[in-house]
């Protein structure tokens, strides 16, 4: 069974601190995997990764794909308030009807003052 | 539109009550899905249309969940007879192409949240 599996499940920081996600997947046919930022709304995109070791950034944010561990971390640096969210990780598996994503539960961080 | 929109944003009903839930995916995007995310869990897939074609309803729970397309464009969940447990965000999103074009992203909408009594 096709497994995304995110840690930790929920994380407090303090402004300015350094956060580190994980997510570790286990799929058929991986195309990509996703990391999106939901708030109380729609989950909004952050990062596509399809490659192996290229990081990918985005101001505060950054994201690397290891294929070889079947994992991805996301990295935020000098966290702000406006950072709480839940951060999902999805993964892309191809299937006869198409793309298909596999998300995780989330990791729910919040940042305090 | 500008992105994907979804309506109601609420709906509370009541148990046995039937409910109809719309989606106007961005405009041009040929793939359309639908996702349930409960409290606490992120989105579960439940079905996805390419254009007015409903390629995969593998993930919708029970026969009392049904979704349409019939012009390629907007889409329609409809969840007859609903039980507590259908509570949760019905999650809509959509991409441009969504065949075998692992590039893609897809974008949500806000989702509409189900409250059954």
């Known amino acids: 069974e096709d497994k995304v599996v995110q840690s930790p499940l929920s994380l407090v920081v303090h402004e300015g601190d350094t956060v580190t996600l994980n997510c570790s997947y286990e799929?058929?046919?991986?195309?990509?995997l996703l990391w999106y930022k939901q708030e109380k709304k729609a989950p909004t995109f952050l990062f596509m990764l399809t490659s192996s070791g290229i990081e990918k950034k985005s101001g505060r944010l950054s994201s690397i794909l290891d294929k070889k561990e079947l994992s991805s971390i996301l990295n935020i640096t000098a966290t702000q308030t406006g950072d709480s969210a839940i951060y999902l990780c999805a993964v892309v598996r191809l299937t006869g009807g198409g793309n298909k994503l596999t998300f995780g539960t989330g990791t729910q961080l919040k940042v305090e003052l | 539109g500008a992105g994907v929109s979804q309506s109601p944003r609420y709906k509370v009903a009541k148990r046995g009550q039937d409910v109809a839930l719309r989606c106007d995916p961005i405009s041009g995007h040929v793939s359309l899905f639908w996702y349930q995310q409960a409290l606490g869990q992120g989105p579960e897939f439940l079905t996805y249309f390419q254009n007015e074609a409903q390629l995969d309803k593998s993930g919708l729970p029970s026969d009392r969940f049904f979704a349409e397309r019939p012009e390629g464009s907007v889409s329609t969940l409809k969840i007859q007879r609903t039980q507590q447990e259908d509570s949760a965000v019905y999650l809509c999103?959509?991409?441009?192409?969504?065949?075998?074009?692992?590039?893609?992203?897809?974008?949500f909408g806000p989702g509409t949240r189900l409250l059954v009594l």
């Open positions: 999103a959509s991409s441009l192409l969504g065949g075998t074009d692992f590039q893609e992203t897809q974008y």
């Open positions: 799929v058929t046919n991986f195309r990509s």
